[in-house]
């Protein structure tokens, strides 16, 4: 890491690829040998550094697509805006897809990604799935990189195509595109960029018992645990992308405080 200032002026931090409480039916029968809804897959660092510069992050026009079958596409638009000055440290596309079945059976999407019309292939897949008894449907994070198709202000499209037989379906929740940039002119600042996928689920019956076989105690995924020199920082950023979650009971935990009430769709 190269920085000729000591003093950073922003820390950025990013955490991308949550899928948070899925409602599914009741559970029924024991307890399962292994069960997705419990923290078990925690986030790792895609990428830590400090730099003159900044970045951005955009979901474009993405929206929920809904049950997508053979041969459907899902099409994102994205206007970017940088900097005359910035150049283009890296820029990753994430496609946050869910609920993928054949019938009635979970398995993993066919399907094709293109990037200002490049056919791309993922450069890293995060999934994560139910485990047991019925709606066993995969939801997953699968990551493109762009960075050769970025190189300042513009416009761009992603488009997803399914590829699967017919009676197969996925849904996407969106594609989000994050651009990292250096710039002489721009602010001082470290970063840190978190990736995963993990399903969540602690709900409760009315009588207080788990629904799922999880509590909460058990549904807490550690999500990053950065160390900062408070000394240098003037202001500090945490972006949280959730792929889907909207209880007033989802909490993010930052150091001794809890806040509530961020996921909503």
Same mark, same amino acid.
């Given at each position: 890491?190269?920085?000729?200032?000591?003093?950073?002026?922003?820390?950025?931090?990013?955490?991308?690829?949550?899928?948070?409480?899925?409602?599914?039916?009741?559970?029924t029968g024991n307890e399962p040998d292994v069960?997705?809804?419990?923290?078990?897959?925690?986030?790792?660092?895609? @990428?830590?550094?400090?730099?003159?510069? +900044?970045?951005?992050?955009?979901?474009?026009?993405?929206?929920?697509?809904?049950?997508?079958? !053979?041969?459907?596409?899902?099409?994102?638009?994205? !206007?970017? !805006?940088?900097?005359?000055?910035?150049?283009v440290k890296f820029a990753r596309l994430y !496609?946050?897809?869910?609920?993928?079945? #054949?019938?009635?059976? +979970?398995?993993?999407?066919?399907?094709?990604?293109?990037?200002?019309?490049?056919?791309?292939?993922?450069?890293?897949?995060?999934?994560?799935?139910?485990?047991?008894?019925?709606?066993?449907?995969? @939801?997953?994070?699968?990551?493109?990189?762009?960075?050769?198709?970025?190189?300042?202000?513009?416009?761009?499209?992603?488009?997803?195509?399914?590829?699967?037989?017919?009676?197969?379906?996925?849904?996407?929740?969106?594609?989000?595109?994050?651009?990292?940039?250096?710039?002489?002119?721009?602010?001082?600042?470290?970063?840190?960029?978190?990736? +995963?996928?993990?399903?969540l689920s602690s709900q409760m019956n009315d009588?207080?018992?788990?629904?799922?076989?999880?509590?909460?105690?058990?549904?807490?995924?550690?999500?990053?645990?950065?160390?900062?020199?408070?000394?240098?920082? #003037?202001?500090?950023?945490?972006?949280?992308?959730?792929?889907?979650?909207?209880?007033?009971?989802?909490?993010?935990?930052?150091?001794?405080?809890?806040?509530?009430?961020?996921?909503? +769709?």
């Open positions: 890491m190269n920085n000729t200032n000591n003093t950073h002026k922003a820390i950025i931090l990013l955490i991308t690829g949550m899928v948070l409480c899925m409602l599914l039916l009741p559970a069960n997705g809804y419990k923290a078990d897959k925690p986030l790792s660092v895609q @990428s830590h550094d400090i730099i003159k510069g +900044g970045l951005t992050y955009s979901l474009g026009d993405s929206y929920y697509s809904g049950k997508l079958y !053979s041969g459907d596409t899902y099409t994102v638009l994205y !206007s970017v !805006s940088l900097p005359d000055s910035a150049n !496609s946050y897809w869910t609920w993928s079945a #054949q019938g009635t059976t +979970g398995i993993f999407p066919d399907m094709k990604l293109s990037f200002n019309g490049n056919e791309l292939t993922p450069e890293i897949k995060y999934e994560d799935r139910k485990g047991w008894d019925i709606y066993d449907y995969p @939801s997953g994070n699968w990551i493109y990189d762009v960075t050769d198709f970025i190189n300042g202000s513009g416009s761009h499209s992603a488009i997803i195509e399914h590829t699967g037989s017919e009676n197969a379906f996925f849904c996407i929740s969106g594609l989000g595109l994050l651009i990292v940039y250096t710039d002489a002119k721009g602010e001082d600042i470290e970063y840190w960029i978190n990736e +995963g996928c993990d399903i009588d207080g018992t788990p629904l799922y076989y999880t509590t909460p105690d058990e549904t807490i995924t550690k999500m990053m645990s950065p160390t900062i020199s408070t000394e240098t920082v #003037q202001h500090a950023t945490l972006w949280t992308i959730v792929q889907g979650g909207n209880w007033e009971e989802n909490v993010l935990k930052v150091n001794d405080v809890n806040i509530t009430g961020i996921c909503d +769709g």
